[in-house]
């Protein structure tokens, strides 16, 4: 597995993050229809669409068999996976991972290091925990620019109300964007306040 054991240091606090770390994530593999006993598949993590990374799995009844190799040494590496479920509201029922470090039940495993494990385990955090009030702000307000259908970031103005919903939920969506909105701005303009006075002195 190309990579594995090299994730990146976040250039604030020195604490790697999540992005760093190449991803399993159980709900991918479930939604493709990979998580059938006795089948074997592969996935590759890609970056500006060159594969960085790539792993064979092999499902068992209630575990699976990872298999990669570590780019420094060649070595392959084979990591047994226990898989849980816990049954859905409406029927049904969820999977999970079982972290091999710690037992934890979780949705994402982290190839930080030798083997794959949690993210407590890795002691990974997560992107947004650097970011400030207004970048907190413009993402969550993304995010609603997303169900709306406009243009992603916030400088790219609003776009029209998309078609079949209802004025109602528009009009909340796009007040609570407009909220958040007005909150990164305002942190931008204290920040460049901030800066203004430091190259003034």
Known sequence: MGGLGSGRRSSYSGKPQTGDAMPLDIRHITRKGLLVPGFSFSLQWMTNDRQVAGISIRVDVQSMMLSYRIKSSGEVVKQSVQLQT????????????????????????????????????????????????????????????????????????DGSKPKGMHWKTYLRLKSHHDALAQRSFHDIGRRLGFLHKLLAR
């Open 86 to 157: 816990s049954p859905c509201h409406l029927g049904g029922h969820r999977h999970w991972f079982t972290c091999p470090q710690c037992g934890k039940r979780v949705a994402v495993l982290y190839a930080q290091g030798r083997y794959f494990g949690c993210r407590q385990c890795g002691g990974l955090g997560y992107a947004t925990q650097n970011e400030g009030e207004g970048d907190r702000a413009s993402t969550r307000a993304d995010k609603i620019r997303r169900r709306l259908g406009w243009k992603a970031g916030i400088l790219n103005g």
